[in-house]
């Protein structure tokens, strides 16, 4: 697969819109949980900032188009961190969500955090299966029936001896 893995950054707004754009009404919702057509300009300028420790987002392109994205944000002053994967329609089932989610898990590493954690539709259930597989634990969200939480450890860093 001829993808490049790399930061997100301002200079990617555009393609970033375009992907966005570019997604199904269904995945549209399963990302944003909900039904949105486009992004207002001040989440896309979230969006596109990769802020070092604090809040990581990664593309996937091919081409110089947009075909995925993952990033984490952390919660606060905690170690623990929210996560978020999406993947053009076109580019599913193909392994590319599980590589974003192993890059994020990297960077997590390296920024020292213990914990990342997600929402996730019940009803996404590509998402949650690729979940179950790298060793997240899912649960039904007390609150909403239609929402499951997934949460994993963040692997420490192993320091030579």
């Known amino acids: ?4 893995i790399r930061p997100l950054g301002p200079g990617d707004r555009e393609a970033f819109r375009h992907f966005v754009g570019g997604l199904s009404a269904a995945s549209r919702l ?5 039904p949105v057509r486009e992004l207002p300009e001040a989440l896309l300028g979230q969006l596109v900032r990769h802020e070092t420790g604090r809040h990581a987002a990664l593309a996937a392109v091919e081409d110089g188009r947009i075909v995925g994205e993952g990033r984490w944000v952390r919660l606060g002053e905690s170690d623990r961190a929210e996560f978020a ?4 329609d076109a580019w599913q089932h193909r392994g590319l969500a599980r590589r974003l989610l192993a890059a994020l898990q990297e960077l997590a590493q390296q920024a020292g955090l ?3 954690e997600g929402e996730i539709l019940a009803g996404n259930e590509s998402m949650l299966r690729l979940l179950r ?3 997240f634990q899912l649960r039904r969200n007390a609150a909403d029936r239609f929402v499951v939480h997934a949460e994993r450890p963040v692997e420490p860093i192993r320091r030579a001896a």
């Open 114 to 116: 213990g914990v990342l």
């Open 133 to 135: 597989r790298a060793g």
């Open 85 to 88: 994967l999406c993947v053009a």
């Open 1 to 4: 697969m001829g993808i490049e």
């Open 30 to 34: 399963n990302r944003f949980m909900s």
